[in-house]
């Protein structure tokens, strides 16, 4: 049984600081990893995706991934009001594509206060 | 946008009855998965196309069934509507499997399905 797990919160931080989100999956052949963020009633929009160990940056956000604890984070700098959203962790088997869908866990609420 | 595009955007059926939901992939992407995401779940993987045939599939029933066309766009139907079929329905559509795109699958705005 493949799982994804995150603290659903709420997770509320100030507006400005560092927010950091966090995941860890169960399945130790998931290659491919990404972080989704869902607002209220709308679908799901990639933000990032990493496939190493390591840290991949975009902007304000930072992707880190360590294989080895089955641990993939997100940071998101300067928080925006905006970034007030459900941020879904995913993985998935086959970095190529193949016969896999995502998995994905129940996903964190984050509120940024102004 | 993803260019993702889904219809209906909401629908509403009576338990028992049969529904199709269509999605039409972004250009070039020619692989289409369907996802149901319960309400403050995330989503779950339903099923998977690729030339014009299921290439994997979720933990669902037989009475959720698929199709994919020449264009790349994508049906799912569900037959014998349960009350817990309510759900956002989610199509993604990514490149060619085994290409090395690293499956990164770009969302549809969905379809609200609610069964009374």
């Known amino acids: 049984q493949k799982e994804v797990e995150q603290n659903s919160g709420p997770l509320s931080v100030p507006e400005g600081a560092i927010a950091s989100l966090n995941c860890t999956y169960s399945d130790r052949v998931s290659q491919s990893f990404f972080w989704y963020r869902q607002y209220s009633g709308k679908s799901p929009e990639l933000i990032m995706s990493i496939y190493s160990n390591g840290d991949k940056e975009d902007g304000r956000f930072t992707a880190q991934l360590n294989k080895a604890s089955q641990y993939v984070s997100l940071l998101i700098r300067d928080s925006q009001p905006s970034d007030s959203a459900t941020y879904l962790c995913?993985?998935?088997?086959?970095?190529?594509?193949?016969?896999?869908?995502?998995?994905f866990g129940k996903g964190t609420h984050l509120i940024i206060q102004p | 946008e993803t260019g993702v595009t889904q219809s209906p955007t909401h629908l509403i059926k009576t338990r028992g009855q049969q529904v199709t939901l269509r999605c039409s992939s972004q250009?070039?992407?020619?692989?289409v998965s369907w996802y149901q995401q319960a309400l403050g779940q995330g989503p779950q993987f339903i099923f998977q196309y690729y030339r014009e045939e299921e290439n994997g599939r979720g933990n669902f029933p037989p009475r959720f069934s698929g199709l994919q066309f020449p264009n790349y766009s994508s049906e799912l139907n569900v037959n014998a509507l349960e009350l817990d079929d309510s759900a956002l329905y989610l199509c993604?559509?990514?490149?060619?499997?085994?290409?090395?795109?690293?499956?990164?699958?770009?969302f549809g705005a969905g379809t609200r399905l609610s069964v009374l």
């Open positions: 993604a559509s990514s490149l060619a499997a085994g290409t090395g795109s690293q499956n990164i699958q770009y």
């Open positions: 995913a993985v998935i088997r086959n970095s190529g594509g193949g016969a896999d869908g995502l998995t």
């Open positions: 250009s070039g992407h020619n692989t």
